[in-house]
Each structure stands twice: as structure tokens, then as C-alpha cells.
């Protein structure tokens, strides 16, 4: 049997996302901010670099196909912060319905949604819960394995975690030196302390979130991997 990759979807001729669906594929859906704030040293892109990167490394490892980066969510706390882009949970909702019904027009059955963000979570479950065979993966719960390497565990937002994976995926897009003093969300858009954030953590925790996407998976559809053990 041969071992096939994982891919991007928008790589794929339309023939070739066929074949991949008619052969039971799972299909990632990554849901990652384009444009919300993270405090004054991170990119509004933060959520999408992540969603991208770790749907990269689940395409590393499974036979997966990933659908493009969601960019648009539902982000009500970062309204008033300039350049974040924000939809109502209902829009957010339909719009995800209605990607994923087109994946299950084309014949995808089984669909994994992976969610960078917090307050996407409930909208994301509750869409979840209608289609059916949708596995969540929601990033908040993922990389415990690399707790030990982090100062604060209460996590935050633009804090020592997400600071460190910037670091790992675009270190030049990380202002450290414009970090924000810790408390004020309502002022700066972030919360904890970034200060102790470093690249190598960042990489140890990227590498935590996907052991446990991938073991998540696996649980879930053994047979749709049995070619990747090969």
C-alpha cells in the first residue's frame, strides 16, 4: 500500500480533491484571525500564522487535506481595537455551516476544525454538534506536554505562549521591545507576561499541540490513517 501525503487543499486540482474525498480523507478546516490584535508587539495576523502552521504540521504527519485558513470569526472583545475584524455569531455560524456543507456536497465525511481562538469556541461547538462527524480541536486544550517550560500557566492573551510561537514562526513580526505592562487588556489587547517568551518554546509547544491533534485523530478515525502506518 502506498503511504500518501497530506496536502493544502487550494494545491489540489479539483480531480485530485476527488479522489482524495472519494478515498475518505479528512479534511482540516483551520479557523485562525486574520486581522484581531494581539497587544503592541504582536501582528493582527497571529491567529492565522498559527492556524496555518499547525494545520503544516498535521499535513507533515496524516494524510490529511486542509481547506485555506479561516480568517473571520467571532471576536467580540477585540472590537474596538483598530484593524480587527470581527463577524456576529450567527454570520460566523453560517459561514461555517455552509464550508463545511460544501465539503459534505463533495462527499467529505469526515471534517476536523481546528480553532485558535477562545470565543469561537461555543459558536464552533455548537456547529459541530449539528453537522455530526466533526472532531473539534480546539487549540486552548492542546500542548499540555509543554506546560513545564512556562512561567505562567494561567495563560492570557498575546502572553508568554502566543509570544513564543511568534517567535518560532516570524520573529521579525515580534516588536519585544513594545511589550505591554501586564494587567490592561482593555488598553493594550494583551494580558500575562511575554517577557520570559522565547523561540525555542515556542517550538516545543507547537510540537506539543500537534502530538495531541495527531493522537486526536487517529482516536477518532483509526481507519482513515491505516496507509500513513505503513
Given at each position: 500500500?502506498?503511504?500518501?501525503?497530506?496536502?493544502?487543499?487550494?494545491?489540489?486540482?479539483?480531480?485530485?480533491a476527488?479522489?482524495?474525498?472519494?478515498a475518505?480523507?479528512?479534511?482540516?478546516?483551520?479557523?485562525?484571525?486574520?486581522?484581531?490584535?494581539?497587544?503592541?508587539h504582536?501582528?493582527?495576523?497571529?491567529?492565522?500564522?498559527?492556524?496555518?502552521a499547525?494545520?503544516?504540521?498535521?499535513?507533515?504527519?496524516?494524510?490529511?487535506?486542509?481547506?485555506?485558513?479561516?480568517?473571520?470569526?467571532?471576536?467580540p472583545?477585540?472590537?474596538?481595537?483598530?484593524?480587527?475584524?470581527?463577524?456576529?455569531?450567527?454570520?460566523?455560524k453560517?459561514?461555517?455551516r455552509?464550508?463545511?456543507?460544501?465539503?459534505?456536497?463533495?462527499?467529505?465525511?469526515?471534517?476536523?476544525?481546528l480553532?485558535?481562538?477562545?470565543?469561537t469556541?461555543?459558536?464552533?461547538?455548537?456547529?459541530?454538534?449539528?453537522?455530526?462527524?466533526?472532531a473539534?480541536?480546539?487549540?486552548?486544550?492542546?500542548?499540555?506536554g509543554?506546560?513545564?517550560?512556562?512561567e505562567?500557566?494561567?495563560?492570557?492573551?498575546?502572553?508568554?505562549?502566543?509570544?513564543?510561537v511568534?517567535?518560532?514562526?516570524?520573529?521579525?513580526?515580534v516588536?519585544?521591545?513594545?511589550?505591554?505592562?501586564?494587567?490592561?487588556?482593555?488598553?493594550?489587547?494583551?494580558?500575562?507576561?511575554?517577557?520570559?517568551?522565547s523561540?525555542f518554546?515556542?517550538?516545543?509547544l507547537?510540537?506539543?499541540?500537534?502530538?495531541d491533534?495527531?493522537?486526536?485523530?487517529?482516536?477518532?478515525?483509526?481507519?482513515?490513517?491505516?496507509?500513513?502506518?505503513?
Amino acid at each position: 500500500m502506498t503511504k500518501q501525503s497530506g496536502a493544502w487543499l487550494e494545491d489540489l486540482t479539483w480531480q485530485e480533491a476527488r479522489a482524495r474525498f472519494d478515498a475518505g480523507a479528512v479534511v482540516v478546516l483551520p479557523v485562525g484571525a486574520a486581522a484581531k490584535a494581539h497587544g503592541p508587539h504582536l501582528p493582527l495576523k497571529t491567529d492565522a500564522l498559527t492556524a496555518r502552521a499547525l494545520a503544516q504540521r498535521l499535513i507533515d504527519r496524516l494524510p490529511v487535506v486542509a481547506a485555506p485558513v479561516v480568517g473571520f470569526g467571532y471576536y467580540p472583545a477585540f472590537t474596538s481595537f483598530a484593524g480587527s475584524q470581527h463577524l456576529t455569531a450567527g454570520t460566523f455560524k453560517a459561514m461555517m455551516r455552509e464550508l463545511a456543507g460544501t465539503l459534505r456536497d463533495h462527499g467529505v465525511r469526515r471534517i476536523a476544525i481546528l480553532n485558535t481562538g477562545v470565543s469561537t469556541e461555543k459558536p464552533l461547538d455548537e456547529v459541530a454538534a449539528e453537522l455530526g462527524e466533526v472532531a473539534m480541536l480546539h487549540m486552548r486544550l492542546l500542548g499540555a506536554g509543554a506546560d513545564t517550560l512556562f512561567e505562567v500557566l494561567d495563560g492570557g492573551h498575546a502572553d508568554e505562549r502566543e509570544t513564543s510561537v511568534m517567535l518560532a514562526l516570524d520573529p521579525r513580526g515580534v516588536r519585544m521591545n513594545r511589550l505591554a505592562p501586564e494587567g490592561d487588556f482593555k488598553a493594550t489587547g494583551a494580558t500575562g507576561d511575554a517577557s520570559r517568551a522565547s523561540a525555542f518554546k515556542g517550538e516545543r509547544l507547537l510540537d506539543a499541540r500537534t502530538e495531541d491533534m495527531v493522537a486526536a485523530l487517529r482516536r477518532r478515525w483509526p481507519e482513515a490513517f491505516v496507509a500513513a502506518d505503513v
